[in-house]
């Protein structure tokens, strides 16, 4: 079985920075696309970014130039580098990948920036 579990949601002030990080573990053949969506209260959820497996990578209109998109093959891992929040950043942040060909989420981390 396949488990993403992500880490490092909190409370931040407006014009501050968070790092999510996503590992994967459990019996993994292969992972292809990871990512981040993110959902709002009220709202539906929506793609953040993408990595593919060559390293290219897309982002929202509304995150580009303040958010950065990495991984670590080795460990598994995807990243958000977060800066420049703004309030209307403030969501339940998952991370999504194809695993062994199927997609996979992550339980969701919170993400909350005060004005």
């Known amino acids: 079985q396949v488990q993403l579990v992500e880490s490092g949601g909190g409370l931040v002030q407006a014009g501050g920075s968070l790092r999510l990080s996503c590992a994967v573990s459990g019996v993994i053949f292969s992972i292809h696309t990871m990512g981040w969506y993110r959902q709002a209260p009220g709202k539906q959820r929506e793609l953040v970014a993408h990595i593919f497996t060559d390293g290219s990578t897309d982002y929202a209109d509304s995150v580009k130039g303040r958010f950065t998109i990495s991984r670590s093959n080795a460990k598994d891992t995807v990243y958000l580098q977060m800066n420049s929040l703004k309030p209307e950043d403030t969501a339940v942040y998952y991370c999504?990948?194809?695993?062994?060909?199927?997609?996979?989420w992550g339980q969701g981390t919170q993400v909350t920036v005060s004005s």
């Open positions: 999504n990948a194809q695993i062994n060909f199927a997609p996979c």
